[in-house]
């Protein structure tokens, strides 16, 4: 009976090891997943005053920061309209309409030649919402835009005056 007794108290107390052990692991992984879904959400809002501060401190600029959109337009009325309602919502710091452009491009299998005003919008990245704001700009261009798929390209500011920059900065707010 005593031998029985051992061996049912030495498995229980198995047992109860390999139950606080596997507890341990759940915990440890769900803490694991909670600190890597924080970290990715929290990842841009912590990138943008890490490039704050580097600015600051450094008094040198963070490359990609800001962007450059380059959106076409069929005329020089509906750029300036694109551009002020871009404007109107704070997206862009700062439009510059270029008239009278020549473009050639393959529209359903054939070379086209038209003439279309460009539309170069300097729009400030913040990294906490750099996809976002390109992609918001976007959106909102083909929402009003006449052509069926307009061109809308970003490019990424590598370099530039610092004060400028800042200028840009401040012309457009955080989310």
Known sequence: MTFVATNRMEWLLRRVKEAVFLSACRSVLLM???????????????????????????GSYVPGHHSVLLINSPTEEAAKDIGRAIMERRLAASINILSRTSTMYYWKG???????VLMMSLLLQLVKTKTSRIQQVVDFVRSLHPYANPEVLSFPVEDGSLAYMKWMDEAIPDD
Do not use: K
Not at 37 to 44: C, E, G, I, K, Q
Not at 110 to 116: F, K, L, P
């Open 32 to 58: 694991s997943c909670l600190l890597s879904v924080l970290s990715v959400s929290m990842y841009p809002g912590l990138w943008s005053i890490g490039v704050q501060l580097h600015s600051a401190l450094t």
């Open 110 to 116: 054939e070379i086209q030649d038209a003439s279309e």
